[in-house]
């Protein structure tokens, strides 16, 4: 299982970004995805998650400004973040489920500065 995450960066607040995940070794289709975050000094949160099935959940701090949404043929997940705020600062990573296993991609770095 591989999932390696980008498209994150330096923005101010009230700025927007977009993050992907791209997944190999797995039968994506079938997954549940998963974006959590980091900040400093902080242990790992949930962000979103969206299952095979296309539902999604949000933690109550980014709803109505985030949104994750998968690409099955291109293999990504995607999360959409708006309307951002110093507080999402954080590196944000992908997870997957597979045979009862956690994976993780590698993180990338969201900073929300002026």
């Known amino acids: 299982v591989q999932l390696q995450a980008s498209g994150g960066g330096l923005v101010q607040p009230g700025g927007s970004l977009r993050l992907s995940c791209a997944a190999a070794?797995?039968?994506?289709?079938?997954?549940?995805m998963g974006w959590y975050r980091q900040a400093p000094g902080k242990q790992r949160e949930f962000v979103a998650a969206i299952t095979s099935g296309h539902s999604t959940n949000y933690t109550d701090s980014v709803k109505g400004r985030f949104t994750i949404s998968r690409d099955n043929v291109r293999r990504t997940v995607n999360l959409q973040m708006n309307s951002l705020k110093p507080e999402d600062t954080a590196v944000y990573f992908c997870k997957t489920v597979f045979r009862d296993r956690d994976f993780w991609g590698r993180g990338t770095l969201v900073t929300v500065s002026s």
């Open positions: 070794g797995f039968n994506f289709r079938l997954n549940t």
